[in-house]
């Protein structure tokens, strides 16, 4: 099902981030084969992924450019090149191929291709009530899928944008969360709700959310923001295959990221954090959009002598203390820079727990660069200032390092 | 009352009600074949639909079960009430008294493959479900021995064996789910269907008409249940909805208004509809029904209603009442042997209520169980969760 796609001219703008974390986890023994999964189940063998190199191979913009790099990168590399929304096209249609049970409910997934085009072409091949054109009714859609969970079927409800979803938090609170603990373990719900949230190019208040806060403390669901299209198809099919409720945070300016991505079929662990850059002055704790922010500041930091590490949690709930913790031992300084807002945000909770933690490790407090506390506003210029910027990080990173 | 008395097949001779001759009879019948024609109490209104007849057919077995679980549903209700005030269950209690004909009506005309999922005013359907007394108080209780292993509490009574989907506090959200579960039906290519209860204070959520469009316009056998007992909370149905006709609101969808104290005629609009959700999607049935206590333990039902009106339903209307009149009209028991029945569902209860006392409150180390399902790799570290890494599927 892999197709390979001809990249003439258009280069990657991306490494293949595909880490291993052997260095990391020997502390206790686990195997580095936990972030990649073949479809087997066997475990991975260490040979085909190596830890990219160091300073050298950072070309990263904060969103998709046409970068240059050189044309025989990627013609001979094996995997095949593709975009972030096609990267989730591919996860869904290899579930869903793979069990009958898994479905799609949403505005506009069927027979328009999804708004983002992330379910396009799925409806002609499995049907109009495997994927399902709803009506604009949030609430009932998610409470729709819910149930139909109860019964073991294993709906992807889309929401057009985050934002829509505060309609179905009723829902997504009281039933999609509890009702596995309030039925005494009963019932499964194994829904992902996935949308894609984030500031977007001058889209406006209310189509520029970012819900992460908002959901982040309903007990019983699982909250993963994926970054690259690597980790979007891994992500993406972990999540389908997770018994749990799972909330899916895509970003609307990720949509277009181009990468190469393994031809085998692969799942990446839903509660395990990326490591991006290993470092060893600062770390720095990213998800989503934010990442690439980080990695361009990052240029400019190594280039001023700084080594941070950058990681991308990934998983937003639970966090991935352990790597983050190893992370802290190591460099006893963090920087957590993200894009949801700084009141109740997920660098808020990010800062209390490891404060909770790993305060004998830090030397220094820990610095969260959030968003603004304000809508965001519809002119590009005040857009700008409401999101974390790179010169902002480079900043902090040297305050945080004298 | 209108009772008609055309019995077909009677294997015994006509007799009136007063008859004291028969009592080498055995009573408690479990006769199968007799088949004994009841109509019901007044006649369906049916809106965009044909109503059912009112002629009801049943057994001298059926017309027992029907007692017998009715008495113990009254039974359970009234001991959850003394219960509550002696502080030995919490929190909220809705009470279904009253209500029971619905319910049982209801799982007359259905399997336990169709599913139902109600609001908070469960216990009763719990019970006709298939669950215990035992599990049924103990949850009440909070403990280990309840259903939902004391972590659900009266509102949230599950049966996952017998397709009973709960038990939902948040007033309407159930119905979205409970087109889920029809949704679900019908992608399974299942011949069962959903019923989806709610009250008639939740008539008014919005999500309900989403709901309802959904499954129109999809065709999921799902059937939603009104239950009309004219009050939500202490508001009257007359001073919440403009048009307090439920089975009408469905506009586009049928509805049928059915005397919800009158098991037969329950049972007779759920055999119709569940024919009709399986040919032509949705239905809406309202059921006019009602109850005796107030909306919960901490509301004393009088101040919105007047005593009278509550006796008067009682003397009137009450379903127990209505099947003994028949039982006795059609001779299938005696008085004595009625009281009995009602005895031992006192007994059941009690023996019920001591059981589910001597079960334990839940470990501590409940609190952190059923939060998130096991599986695929989960790990985690530090403060947040405390499992163990798991294996992979």
Not at chain 1, 89 to 107: S, Y
Not at chain 1, 263 to 282: F, K
Not at chain 2, 234 to 241: M, S
Request: charged fraction near 25%; proline fraction near 4%.
């Amino acid at each position: 099902m892999a197709s390979i796609f001809q990249g003439v001219g258009a280069a990657t703008s991306l490494d293949t981030k595909k880490f291993q974390l052997s260095s990391l986890r020997s502390v206790t023994g686990r195997k580095a084969s936990c972030v990649v999964m073949r479809s087997g189940g066997a475990k991975m063998d260490s040979g085909s992924n190596r830890i990219s190199g160091r300073a050298d191979q950072l070309v990263t913009n904060a969103v998709a450019t046409k970068a240059d790099t050189p044309a025989a990168s990627t013609a001979s590399k094996p995997g095949h090149e593709l975009l972030l929304f096609e990267a989730l096209r591919e996860g869904l249609e290899e579930e869903m191929e793979r069990d009958a049970r898994v479905c799609v409910m949403g505005e506009d997934v069927g027979h328009y291709g999804g708004s983002y085009k992330v379910t396009k072409g799925l409806a002609e091949k499995y049907g109009d009530l495997r994927v399902l054109d709803t009506p604009i009714a949030e609430n009932s859609f998610t409470g729709m899928g819910i149930g139909a969970a109860m019964t073991g079927l294993r709906p992807i409800i889309e929401g057009m944008n985050m934002g829509f979803l505060l309609l179905a938090f009723n829902q997504i609170s009281n039933n999609c969360g509890m009702l596995h603990y309030t039925s005494g373990g009963q019932f499964k719900i194994p829904v992902v709700i996935r949308g894609p949230g984030g500031v977007g190019r001058q889209l406006g208040a209310e189509h520029s959310q970012r819900l992460e806060s908002y959901f982040q403390s309903i007990p019983g669901i699982q909250m993963v923001a994926c970054s690259t299209p690597y980790n979007a198809k891994g992500l993406m099919k972990a999540a389908i295959r997770s018994d749990n409720p799972v909330i899916l945070f895509e970003h609307v300016l990720l949509y277009n990221l181009k990468e190469r991505i393994p031809d085998e079929e692969y799942v990446l662990n839903l509660e395990e954090a990326e490591m991006v850059r290993p470092g060893e002055h600062v770390t720095i704790l990213t998800y989503s959009r934010m990442r690439y922010h980080v990695m361009q500041a990052a240029k400019t930091l190594v280039n001023k002598g700084y080594d941070p590490e950058v990681i991308d949690i990934r998983s937003l709930k639970p966090f991935d203390l352990y790597t983050i913790g190893n992370s802290i031992k190591k460099t006893h300084r963090v920087l957590i820079v993200e894009e949801c807002m700084r009141t109740g945000g997920i660098g808020a909770s990010l800062t209390a727990a490891i404060t909770e933690n790993f305060h004998d490790y830090l030397d220094a407090p820990i610095m969260c660069l959030s968003s603004q506390d304000v809508p965001t506003p519809y002119a590009g210029t005040l857009e700008e200032w409401t999101v974390v910027q790179p010169p902002q990080i480079v900043a902090a990173v040297e305050q945080l390092c004298r | 009352m209108a009772l008609a008395r055309r019995s077909s097949n009677l294997l015994k001779p006509l007799s009136t009600a007063s008859s004291s001759s028969f009592l080498h009879r055995r009573p408690f019948s479990t006769d199968d074949t007799t088949t004994i024609t009841v109509e019901t109490s007044v006649p369906f209104t049916g809106h965009n639909c044909e109503p059912p007849s009112r002629s009801v057919d049943t057994t001298p077995k059926e017309l027992m079960s029907f007692f017998t679980d009715m008495a113990l549903m009254r039974r359970m209700e009234i001991a959850a009430d003394s219960l509550y005030k002696s502080k030995l269950i919490r929190g909220f209690c809705h009470l279904y008294d009253g209500q029971e004909a619905v319910c049982i009506g209801m799982e007359a005309a259905i399997t336990k493959k169709d599913c139902i999922i109600t609001a908070y005013r469960d216990h009763c359907i719990f019970l006709g479900r298939g669950g215990t007394l035992l599990e049924s108080f103990a949850e009440l209780m909070g403990r280990q021995a309840g259903c939902s292993r004391g972590k659900g509490g009266s509102m949230h009574f599950y049966k996952k064996d017998a397709c009973f989907f709960g038990g939902h506090g948040i007033v309407g959200a159930q119905v979205p789910l409970g087109c889920g579960l029809a949704f679900a039906q019908k992608y399974r290519k299942e011949d069962h269907v959903t019923f989806a209860m709610y009250g008639d204070g939740a008539a008014n959520q919005g999500q309900l008409f989403e709901a309802l469009n959904m499954a129109a316009l999809w065709d999921l056998p799902a059937i939603l249940v009104c239950e009309n007992n004219h009050y939500g909370m202490g508001t009257a149905e007359w001073r919440a909805a403009k048009s307090p006709a439920y089975y009408k609101r469905g506009d586009y969808v049928p509805g049928l208004k059915v005397d919800g104290m009158d098991a037969f005629a329950v049972k007779q609009a759920c055999k119709f509809a569940k024919e009709h959700a399986l040919k032509n999607g949705p239905i809406i049935l309202e059921m006019d029904t009602y109850r005796y206590h107030g909306h919960s333990m901490s509301d004393p039902g009088s101040t919105y209603r007047t005593r009278d009106e509550i006796s008067g339903v009682r003397q009137e209307r009450d379903p127990i009442e209505r099947l003994r009149k028949l039982i006795l009209a059609h001779d299938l028991a005696t008085e004595k042997e009625l009281k009995d029945i009602e005895k031992q569902a006192r007994k059941e209860v009690d023996e019920a209520i001591a059981q589910a006392k001597e079960s334990p409150m839940p470990d501590e180390s409940e609190l952190f169980t059923n939060v998130y399902r096991k599986g695929f790799g989960v790990e985690s570290f530090g403060a947040d969760r405390k499992e163990l890494r798991a294996t992979l599927p």
